[in-house]
């Protein structure tokens, strides 16, 4: 490696140890080493790790040297989401900010100049106010019409604030910048720049709005702001109270300064380069798409194998679903009042909505960045499963059967996620042996099209043999294997459909 994730994780430590995160607490962990009751009976307990991070820390900085990144900070008032975002711009992009906004003075303010590429959510706020305005001189001097875009479509770092309070119009707005990198002003469209957009919300109150599912869908990740722990007051905020003693800005650039990290455009598409080089074990992907498939499935969704996943369980959805159907009617003759797959072992049932295609290329896109901040060259199940309950967490809608089997995963639906993965990595672990002759048939097809004969047949073993996997996720697999019989049927008759 060049040694760009070096440079990404002094900043890190420069934002930690300098205390402007307010939220301390490492919640992602790797190589936990020991577990520490903290109760008589044992039933809770704190994990130390020889690794661990500050998961909104974390996924800040990698979303911001991803390409067009996007991350929500959900929390209470006060809890340093909107700060904590401004400070990760500052340091990340401080030098393109100059680059972008700066007049060559040699005095550009950094939190200036991210403060006014921030949107504050309100009901009234108008697409003038986000997008751009006309260039009212030119169209009344010449009848032209020139649309001058805003500072928030300009800058390479992008704050929307409280954007749960922004109306469904405006939503909409933001949704079309972040799926297709503009927004359309009248009759014109207003690109923007390439860079990183960060969201904040606040816990629904009367003047907030649920954000609607395809705006979530177009965040990558999302992360809590928790209430503070008192012990860490005195380190918030760099152990200083801004408004008795000082100034943000200053504050800012001297620690700029102490740290002597900048990146620059060239920086940026270096460590991009360096992620998309990042290879995903094969072992992690296996379990990962496993875990998706598992979650999607729907065996009630339809009666053919295709269909048979939540996506089309449009009219009814689980746990509604799930009862529809008995199978059994005798003691010991099936699931009573159910479908099959509706017991302990799976997790189909657990969730109202699948993973879409754009989350599922989220999670390999960022566990590629996780493992290159870590240093590593390859990405590994470790790297997968910290990821997953950040991209999922505020997408998925739990159903009414997980949260009366675990009550506390009604608040903490990052823990949910959590379980769902461990859940269906066990499962898949139990079956490793079956699903890895996945790799014999793909071996195979790959033989195919480089010329060489291989035997169809040997697909439809690997077929049968599912019938052993008592899983929905053996219906993406099935499909899968019907079309690699089908290319290799083709080809061996030299037919080319």
């Given at each position: 490696?060049?040694?760009l994730?070096?440079?990404l994780?002094?900043?890190?430590?420069?934002?930690e140890?300098?205390?402007l995160?307010?939220?301390?607490?490492?919640?992602?962990?790797?190589?936990?080493?020991?577990?520490?009751?903290?109760?008589?009976?044992?039933?809770?307990?704190?994990?130390l790790?020889?690794?661990?991070y500050?998961?909104?820390l974390?996924?800040?900085?990698?979303?911001?040297?991803?390409?067009n990144?996007?991350?929500?900070?959900?929390?209470?008032?006060g809890?340093?989401?909107?700060?904590?975002?401004?400070?990760?711009g500052?340091?990340?992009?401080?030098?393109?900010?100059?680059?972008t906004?700066?007049?060559g003075?040699?005095?550009?303010?950094?939190?200036?100049?991210?403060?006014?590429?921030?949107i504050?959510?309100?009901?009234?706020?108008?697409?003038?106010?986000?997008?751009?305005?006309?260039?009212?001189?030119?169209?009344?001097?010449?009848g032209e019409?020139?649309?001058?875009?805003?500072?928030?479509?300009?800058?390479?770092?992008?704050m929307?604030?409280?954007?749960?309070?922004l109306?469904?119009?405006?939503?909409?707005?933001?949704l079309?910048?972040?799926?297709?990198?503009?927004?359309?002003?009248?009759?014109?469209?207003?690109?923007?720049?390439?860079?990183?957009?960060f969201?904040?919300?606040?816990?629904?109150?009367?003047?907030?709005?649920?954000?609607?599912?395809?705006f979530?869908?177009?965040?990558?990740?999302?992360?809590?702001?928790?209430?503070?722990?008192?012990?860490?007051l005195?380190?918030?905020?760099?152990?200083?109270?801004?408004?008795?003693t000082?100034?943000?800005?200053?504050?800012?650039?001297?620690?700029?300064?102490?740290?002597?990290?900048?990146?620059?455009?060239?920086?940026?598409?270096?460590i991009?380069?360096?992620?998309?080089?990042?290879?995903i074990?094969?072992?992690?992907?296996?379990?990962?798409?496993?875990?998706?498939?598992?979650?999607?499935?729907?065996?009630?969704?339809?009666?053919?194998?295709?269909?048979k996943?939540?996506g089309?369980?449009?009219f009814?959805?689980?746990?509604?679903?799930?009862?529809?159907?008995?199978?059994?009617?005798?003691?010991?003759?099936?699931?009573?009042?159910?479908?099959?797959?509706?017991?302990?072992?799976?997790?189909?049932?657990?969730?109202e909505?699948e993973?879409?295609?754009r989350?599922?290329?989220?999670?390999?896109?960022?566990?590629?960045?996780?493992?290159?901040?870590?240093?590593k060259?390859?990405?590994?199940l470790?790297?997968?499963?910290?990821?997953?309950?950040?991209?999922?967490?505020?997408?998925?809608i739990?159903?009414?059967?997980?949260?009366?089997e675990?009550?506390?995963?009604?608040n903490?639906?990052?823990?949910?996620?959590?379980?769902?993965?461990?859940?269906?990595?066990?499962?898949?672990?139990?079956?490793?042996?079956?699903?890895?002759?996945?790799?014999?048939v793909?071996?195979?097809?790959?033989?195919?099209v480089?010329?060489?004969?291989?035997?169809?047949?040997?697909?439809?073993?690997?077929?049968?043999?599912?019938k052993?996997?008592?899983?929905?996720?053996?219906?993406?697999?099935?499909?899968m294997?019907?079309?690699?019989?089908r290319?290799?049927?083709?080809?061996?008759?030299g037919?080319?459909?």
């Amino acid at each position: 490696m060049s040694g760009l994730n070096e440079k990404l994780r002094a900043i890190y430590r420069a934002i930690e140890d300098s205390g402007l995160y307010i939220n301390l607490n490492h919640d992602v962990r790797f190589h936990e080493k020991k577990e520490v009751a903290l109760n008589l009976n044992e039933t809770e307990s704190i994990v130390l790790a020889e690794e661990s991070y500050n998961s909104p820390l974390l996924f800040a900085l990698l979303t911001s040297v991803l390409r067009n990144g996007t991350m929500i900070l959900y929390g209470s008032p006060g809890s340093g989401k909107t700060t904590s975002a401004e400070f990760v711009g500052a340091f990340v992009h401080g030098t393109l900010l100059r680059e972008t906004f700066g007049d060559g003075s040699g005095d550009f303010k950094v939190m200036e100049a991210i403060h006014e590429a921030t949107i504050h959510g309100h009901h009234e706020l108008t697409e003038e106010k986000m997008i751009g305005r006309p260039h009212l001189g030119k169209l009344m001097r010449d009848g032209e019409e020139e649309i001058i875009p805003r500072k928030f479509m300009l800058s390479p770092f992008r704050m929307v604030d409280e954007v749960n309070r922004l109306t469904p119009g405006r939503t909409n707005n933001l949704l079309e910048m972040m799926d297709r990198g503009f927004s359309v002003y009248g009759d014109t469209k207003i690109y923007a720049a390439e860079g990183a957009t960060f969201l904040t919300a606040n816990f629904r109150d009367v003047a907030s709005s649920d954000l609607t599912p395809p705006f979530l869908d177009r965040i990558d990740v999302g992360v809590f702001a928790p209430t503070l722990n008192p012990y860490f007051l005195e380190m918030a905020g760099g152990g200083e109270d801004r408004k008795l003693t000082g100034d943000e800005e200053a504050l800012v650039s001297r620690l700029r300064k102490e740290i002597g990290v900048e990146l620059t455009a060239q920086d940026f598409e270096a460590i991009r380069r360096e992620i998309a080089s990042v290879e995903i074990e094969p072992e992690a992907l296996y379990i990962l798409y496993n875990f998706i498939s598992e979650l999607n499935g729907c065996a009630l969704a339809s009666p053919d194998i295709e269909r048979k996943s939540k996506g089309f369980a449009w009219f009814v959805k689980p746990p509604v679903l799930c009862a529809q159907v008995d199978d059994g009617g005798m003691a010991g003759g099936g699931h009573l009042g159910g479908c099959h797959y509706h017991n302990t072992e799976n997790i189909c049932y657990k969730t109202e909505n699948e993973v879409s295609v754009r989350a599922g290329k989220t999670i390999e896109r960022y566990a590629k960045a996780l493992a290159w901040f870590r240093g590593k060259e390859r990405a590994g199940l470790e790297d997968v499963e910290a990821v997953v309950p950040y991209v999922l967490w505020f997408k998925l809608i739990p159903t009414d059967r997980a949260w009366a089997e675990r009550p506390e995963f009604m608040n903490d639906r990052i823990a949910l996620v959590k379980d769902l993965f461990e859940t269906s990595r066990n499962h898949y672990l139990k079956s490793r042996r079956m699903i890895k002759t996945l790799d014999a048939v793909l071996d195979l097809y790959e033989r195919a099209v480089h010329g060489e004969k291989v035997d169809p047949e040997m697909v439809l073993e690997a077929l049968q043999s599912l019938k052993s996997y008592d899983s929905p996720a053996k219906y993406p697999i099935a499909t899968m294997l019907r079309q690699v019989y089908r290319e290799l049927e083709r080809q061996s008759a030299g037919r080319e459909f």
